[in-house]
């Protein structure tokens, strides 16, 4: 299986600080150590949860529907703070895990 992980903070101090985005990682990490996979590529952004234009989130998602793979984020509040975002998300065909 194919995967893309996406990590995001949304402070410029969570970012230089490294904890959010290690303990994202870290759970990631948690999530592969028990199934075969192939990370393509791993996107991190220091961003808003309520911006739906993100560019890195966008890379990923491309990226996803390119390459048909599953996009990996740590929580999903990650993903974004608005239901009509990630609903959008579904029916566009990227398959997700959290």
């Known amino acids: 299986m194919k995967y893309?992980?996406?990590v995001r903070?949304?402070?410029?101090?969570?970012?230089?600080s490294g904890?959010?985005?290690?303990?994202?990682?870290d759970a990631v990490s948690n999530?592969?150590?028990s199934?075969?996979?192939?990370?393509?590529?791993?996107?991190?952004?220091?961003e808003s949860g309520k911006?739906?234009?993100?560019?890195?989130?966008?890379?990923?998602?491309e990226e996803c529907k390119r390459r048909?793979?599953?996009?990996?984020?740590?929580?999903?509040?990650r993903l974004g703070r608005n239901l009509a975002f990630i609903a959008n998300l579904m029916e566009a065909g990227v398959e997700f895990v959290c």
């Open 35 to 46: 199934r075969p996979h192939e990370i393509l590529n791993t996107y991190t952004e220091v």
């Open 19 to 25: 904890l959010g985005l290690q303990s994202q990682r």
């Open 31 to 33: 999530f592969f150590a």
């Open 68 to 77: 048909k793979a599953v996009l990996v984020i740590a929580k999903l509040d």
């Open 51 to 61: 911006r739906a234009d993100r560019p890195e989130l966008l890379k990923a998602l």
């Open 9 to 16: 903070v949304s402070t410029n101090k969570q970012g230089e």
């Open 4 to 6: 893309v992980v996406y």
